[in-house]
Structure formats: structure tokens, C-alpha cells
């Protein structure tokens, strides 16, 4: 099997968004969401995006976001892609001219299959626990056993995750990716390189090829 690639999620510091790159993460997330506490400010966005190496994924989570408010965003922040995780049809996330991610909210009884094939257009998926009120971030994980074995499209595992159980994950589930936000911040929004660090060991003894 291909590594596991890594975002970490809700970076709300310069500091923060060089410390997940230096360490290994494929992708840092930016939330625009301003129900949330790692919520940042387009400014404060660029200020992180800039702070960068190369070839590190920029993405930019928004919630049921008017058009005109992503717009803005995409005029101020250099993303390279958006992630989605309201209401929003498979036709408001590809306005943009930019892949996106769908987040699935993982409720009882929710058809996965279904879901994915409601977008057709994504470029992947992100099965997250379901936090209606903070739409992800909140540090639960869902039930794991709902993903279908036989699920086919690749899929970003998050919710609840941490260095105590990556690994576990990874060796259960297969995903493409997992994505970390509350399980390595030593307060909310505010990143702990130890943690980051503890994460990304635990990506890399799950038993994947963790290489190029």
C-alpha cells in the first residue's frame, strides 16, 4: 500500500503551519468557519499560506459559505484546495475553478456510498465524526465499523484521532489519508509540535509504506 499522506487541520499560526510542514504533513487546513474556535481571518490566512515550503497543500474548510464570501477568500489566500462541510450540492462546490473534498458527517445510519455518488465531482472524501453544531474539530471519533469494508472510493479518515490511535486506524481502515486538528493542539487552535510529532511517528509505524 501507497504511505498515508497527513493534514493537519484548523493551523491558526505561521509558526504552527512551518511546524506540520518541517514535520511531515502533506496538508495544512485553514478554516473560514467563524463558529469555530480555530476560525481565521483571510489576513491571518495569507499570513500562513505565505509561511510555506513548496509542494506543502493548502487547504481552506468552509461551511455553507455564501459564494461571494469563498470568492473573497480565493482573491486574498493562495489555496490549492477547498474543503466542504455543510449543506452545500456537488454544483456549489465546483464553482470555483479548484478540486475540492466533500466531509461526510458520519450520523447513524448514514449510506456512504450514496453520499459519495451524490459528488461526482470530488476529488475525495472526508468521513469526520458528526458534530452538527462545530462541524468537525470537537476530538470524536465516530464508530469505525460504518465504513463499509468494500467501500471503493479512497477516503480521508477523521474525527478523534490522535497519536494513541493513528496507527490503529491506519492498520484498520486503509484510508488515503487522516486528517488531525484538537488531537495534537495543546489548546484549541494552537498547535503542539511534540504532539505533531508523536502524530506523525505513529502514521509511520502503522505499518505503511511511509516513502515517496
Wanted: hydrophobic share 40%; net charge negative; with cysteine.
Amino acid at each position: 500500500m501507497s504511505r498515508t499522506r497527513v493534514k493537519i487541520c484548523g493551523i491558526t499560526r505561521p509558526v504552527d503551519g512551518r511546524c506540520a510542514a518541517a514535520l511531515g504533513a502533506d496538508a495544512i487546513g485553514l478554516v473560514f468557519f467563524k463558529n469555530s474556535p480555530r476560525h481565521v481571518s483571510t489576513a491571518r490566512a495569507g499570513e500562513i499560506a505565505a509561511a510555506l515550503d513548496p509542494f506543502v497543500t493548502v487547504v481552506g474548510l468552509f461551511v455553507n459559505a455564501a459564494p461571494a464570501d469563498i470568492e473573497q477568500v480565493l482573491g486574498n489566500v493562495p489555496l490549492d484546495l477547498l474543503q466542504f462541510h455543510g449543506q452545500e450540492s456537488n454544483e456549489d462546490c465546483n464553482r470555483f475553478g479548484l478540486p475540492f473534498i466533500k466531509s461526510i458527517a458520519m450520523r447513524p445510519g448514514i449510506q456512504i456510498p450514496e453520499r459519495m455518488a451524490a459528488y461526482p465531482d470530488a476529488r475525495g472524501f472526508l468521513l469526520d465524526a458528526w458534530q452538527p453544531q462545530i462541524h468537525g474539530g470537537g476530538g470524536e471519533p465516530f464508530d469505525w465499523q460504518q465504513i463499509p469494508a468494500d467501500l471503493q472510493s479512497p477516503f480521508i479518515l477523521a474525527g478523534g484521532l490522535d497519536p494513541e490511535n493513528v496507527a490503529r486506524a491506519i492498520r484498520q481502515l486503509r484510508p488515503y489519508a487522516v486528517d488531525v486538528s484538537s488531537g495534537v493542539e495543546s489548546t484549541p487552535g494552537i498547535k503542539s509540535a511534540d504532539k505533531i510529532s508523536a502524530f506523525m511517528n505513529g502514521v509511520s509505524n502503522s505499518g505503511t509504506d511511509t516513502g515517496n
